[in-house]
């Protein structure tokens, strides 16, 4: 069987829907995984990409931030949410399929811009959240599993435009690295991303405070597509699509795709 999955941080559903039935025709996945919907579920518009053969749908929204969302057009057996560390946010859906594959969709909390839990709140609810979900993880026998979303975090040096200058930057200090890697660990969970494109700088997010962005190219891989070891290896397309970076009034991030012969 051919899973083709997608992750992207759309920032608003309802704003950007025209260039996600563009991004669903052009690249026709399976399923994609919606990150910063910034609605109520009652007011996605599912009933568009219904049209488009995604009949099937699970969400968790909120009015005006965060909220997630999995479009599929594979049945969904079942969808579950957890609310870790208990911040009462929409950030996390998963959904299980027919074939027994598990997708869980994250929206991790940015953290806001000082990068110290002792005097930034934000910071604080970031490691927390992050420690949840690998106590969580650790408590479960994972099996054919696949976690996608924007994570926040940008883990490797070469993640990053510039690791030196970005090393005390939210995002890509040593201390949100450390806690992200104990949930890869937890899983355990393989960066199939990484896994398919191992060297160079790789980036899905690009701030709109740069008119030229692609040219600057002062970029962070926050956006991740992780899988478990029995799947982990089937990995036969890896695709970050950056040219929708660049669609008229784009996200700030770039969709990720990847194709699973499980």
Not at 229 to 235: K, R, T, W
Not at 253 to 262: R, S
């Amino acid at each position: 069987m051919v899973l083709k999955v997608a992750t992207w941080n759309i920032n608003s559903f309802r704003l950007r829907e025209n260039l996600l039935v563009r991004y669903l025709t052009e690249y026709s996945p399976d399923l994609i995984c919606l990150q910063e919907c910034k609605s109520p579920v009652e007011k996605m518009p599912f009933a568009t990409f219904k049209e488009l053969g995604f009949a099937y749908y699970a969400a968790r929204g909120q009015k005006g931030y965060n909220g997630v969302a999995i479009l599929s057009k594979l049945p969904i057996k079942a969808d579950f949410s957890e609310d870790f560390a208990n911040i009462g946010h929409a950030r996390h859906i998963a959904v299980v399929l027919e074939s027994g594959v598990t997708v869980h969709n994250f929206y991790v909390p940015a953290g806001g811009d000082e990068p110290d839990p002792n005097v930034n709140e934000k910071f604080s609810q970031k490691l927390s959240y992050l420690t949840c979900m690998e106590k969580y993880f650790n408590n479960l026998d994972l099996k054919k599993s696949i976690l996608v979303g924007d994570l926040n975090i940008a883990p490797r040096p070469d993640d990053v435009w510039d690791h030196k200058k970005l090393s005390k930057v939210v995002s890509h200090t040593a201390i949100e690295i450390e806690h992200l890697k104990k949930v890869q660990n937890s899983g355990p969970w393989e960066d199939v991303v990484r896994q398919a494109i191992p060297d160079g700088n790789l980036f899905s997010w690009w701030s709109y405070r740069a008119k030229d962005w692609s040219t600057a190219d002062k970029g962070r891989r926050l956006d991740h597509v992780w899988a478990t070891p029995d799947i982990s290896n089937f990995v036969s397309a890896v695709i970050i699509a950056r040219d929708v970076r660049g669609w008229e009034q784009p996200s700030d991030h770039a969709p990720i795709f990847v194709v699973f012969d499980v």
